[in-house]
T-cell receptor, first 114, second 111 residues
Framework: DTAVSQTPKYLVTQMGNDKSIKCEQN?????MYWYKQDSKKFLKIMFSYNNKELIINETVPNRFSPKSPDKAHLNLHINSLELGDSAVYFCASSLTSLSTDTQYFGPGTRLTVL | QKEVEQDPGPLSVPEGAIVSLNCTYSNSAFQYFMWYRQYSRKGPELLMY????GNKEDGRFTAQVDKSSKYISLFIRDSQPSDSATYLCAMQSGGSYIPTFGRGTSLIVHP
């Protein structure tokens, strides 16, 4: 059973398009996250939701909009895709938003913008 | 200068070697220190977690934190080919939800 799953695994699209990435966790966790890992492997947090409420919104262009329909799901919608958006996007979840709680990562979505 | 510095490697060692992976940081507010392992084309998984200074051991893995030098290490004893992966350090200050990651060190353990 996959704990944190993401779809799609690969996404290739043209500049200017709008796309969505979906994330689901079956761990019963309250907190979910979106991270971006660039080509140099730096992993940076983008957003975090706790019980469907946004608690972290890092310096991310407003073309990126997260949506949490329920505690188990956190989707990421990206408008007007740009070349610089090409990266691997990871979803993660943790029991609560405490620093001490382990974050469990999904397998990643590799986005390529042409 | 980035908040967290980590040599990207690759670090290539023979099977059975002791591996030392390191990170330095500049933010003295960091209190929580983590090591993640990331296999190719997979998400990171938490290996070790340490609060403040000191050592922590888990099987073949030992994490060390020296807050006075702003330096953390991960040691792997009796390294195995299955340890070949990228190891990312991460740090967080108390009360912050936001971890800061190093860029990861690529480790290759050859038989």
């Amino acid at each position: 059973d996959t704990a944190v799953s993401q779809t799609p695994k690969y996404l290739v699209t043209q500049m200017g398009n709008d796309k969505s990435i979906k994330c689901e966790q079956n761990l019963g966790h309250d907190t979910m996250y979106w991270y971006k890992q660039d080509s140099k492997k730096f992993l940076k947090i983008m957003f975090s939701y706790n019980n469907k409420e946004l608690i972290i919104n890092e310096t991310v262009p407003n073309r990126f909009s997260p949506k949490s329909p329920d505690k188990a799901h956190l989707n990421l919608h990206i408008n007007s895709l740009e070349l610089g958006d090409s990266a691997v996007y990871f979803c993660a979840s943790s029991l609560t938003s405490l620093s001490t709680d382990t974050q469990y990562f999904g397998p990643g979505t590799r986005l390529t913008v042409l | 200068q980035k908040e967290v510095e980590q040599d990207p490697g690759p670090l290539s060692v023979p099977e059975g070697a002791i591996v030392s992976l390191n990170c330095t940081y500049s933010n003295s507010a960091f209190q929580y220190f983590m090591w993640y392992r990331q296999y190719s084309r997979k998400g990171p998984e938490l290996l070790m977690y340490t609060y403040s200074s000191g050592n922590k051991e888990d099987g073949r893995f030992t994490a060390q934190v020296d807050k006075s030098s702003k330096y953390i290490s991960l040691f792997i004893r009796d390294s195995q080919p299955s340890d070949s992966a990228t190891y990312l350090c991460a740090m967080q200050s108390g009360g912050s939800y936001i971890p800061t990651f190093g860029r990861g060190t690529s480790l290759i353990v050859h038989p």
